[in-house]
């Protein structure tokens, strides 16, 4: 079982799969600080500087609460509606960037991987030195024509 582990991790698309988790996690620290440091605080700035990822409401109706971590950690039921708008934000720049990537990746691929080129046609072929051999054999085979006596 041990042999069979290590030729499944040894394989390449374990591999790749691996370095893009790691990357994706980056990735997405960089997509988090992007909403969170420029997006949100220009929302913030349009909506009259409300922190859009603090944005709830308590669900039993007493609103006595600053912040959605205060909250949470005083355990009432919350409908955070920032929080989630936010999720979708980051999960709609994500996909734009990926889709970028992949539609940059698949230029540079056209350009650099190229069809594979097609057999150039082959000349028609003459004879082969058996059908010139034949031929020839043939043409010893025939009847002399008799010579006419001049």
């Known amino acids: 079982m041990l ?8 394989k390449g698309n374990v591999m790749d799969m691996a370095v893009g ?23 913030g700035l349009v909506t009259g500087g409300v922190d859009f990822t603090d944005q709830f409401v308590v669900l039993n109706g ?10 949470r950690e005083a355990g009432v039921a919350v409908f955070a509606y920032g929080a989630f708008l936010t ?8 996909a734009f ?5 992949v539609r940059y990746v698949n230029r540079v691929r056209a350009l650099t991987v190229r ?3 097609q057999p150039a046609e ?7 030195e058996l059908d010139v051999l034949l031929e020839i054999r043939d043409t010893l ?5 008799p010579v006419a006596a001049g």
Not at 87 to 94: D, H, K, P, R, S
Not at 97 to 101: A, D, P
Not at 141 to 145: D, L, M
Request: hydrophobic residues 55%.
């Open 3 to 10: 042999s069979e582990f290590k030729a499944f991790i040894a």
């Open 62 to 71: 007493s609103n006595d609460y600053a912040t959605l971590d205060a909250a």
């Open 141 to 145: 085979k025939r009847p002399e024509p």
């Open 122 to 128: 082959k000349a028609p072929a003459g004879p082969t």
């Open 97 to 101: 960037v990926v889709f970028l990537l």
């Open 115 to 117: 069809p594979p080129q």
């Open 21 to 43: 988790i790691i990357i994706g996690a980056a990735f997405t620290a960089i997509v988090n600080s992007m909403v969170n440091d420029l997006i949100n605080p220009v929302i």
């Open 87 to 94: 999720a979708v934000i980051n999960f709609l720049i994500i």
